[in-house]
């Protein structure tokens, strides 16, 4: 059974840091594309980043800079390493997976598990 789960939200003041972590298990999250995306009230669920099963990432424009992506404990733990917050990152955040594969989509539609997300407040 797969299963995600996300952890490291909560409440921070504008240019405070925070630290997301997504446990991965039921599959083989190496051979996967596994992904952070938000969704702030009121708007459409948005692409953060994205971590290549060859172990590339890509970062969304909006965040590139301050937010990095990474893999740990032999790559069942996706990381989202959140720097310089802005009012503006407030939203749920949430990991998903995408598998088998190996390309990487910015499309919420190509992934098919998903956590169950973790808050993100930003105060200015």
């Known amino acids: 059974q797969v299963q995600l789960m996300e952890s490291g939200g909560g409440s921070v003041q504008a240019g405070g840091s925070l630290r997301l972590s997504c446990a991965a298990s039921?599959?083989?999250?190496?051979?996967?594309?596994m992904a952070w995306f938000r969704q702030a009230p009121g708007k459409e669920r948005e692409g953060v980043a994205l971590?290549?099963?060859?172990?590339?990432?890509y970062i969304a424009d909006s965040v590139k800079g301050r937010f990095t992506i990474s893999k740990v404990n032999a790559e069942t733990t996706l990381v989202l390493h959140m720097n310089s917050l802005e009012p503006e990152d407030t939203a749920m955040y949430y990991c998903?997976?995408?598998?088998?594969?190996?390309?990487?989509?910015?499309?919420?539609?190509?992934?098919?598990?998903w956590g169950q997300g973790t808050q993100v407040t930003v105060s200015s």
């Open positions: 998903a997976a995408h598998y088998p594969t190996r390309a990487c989509y910015w499309a919420v539609r190509m992934y098919k598990y």
């Open positions: 039921g599959f083989p999250a190496s051979s996967a594309c």
């Open positions: 971590f290549e099963r060859s172990g590339r990432t």
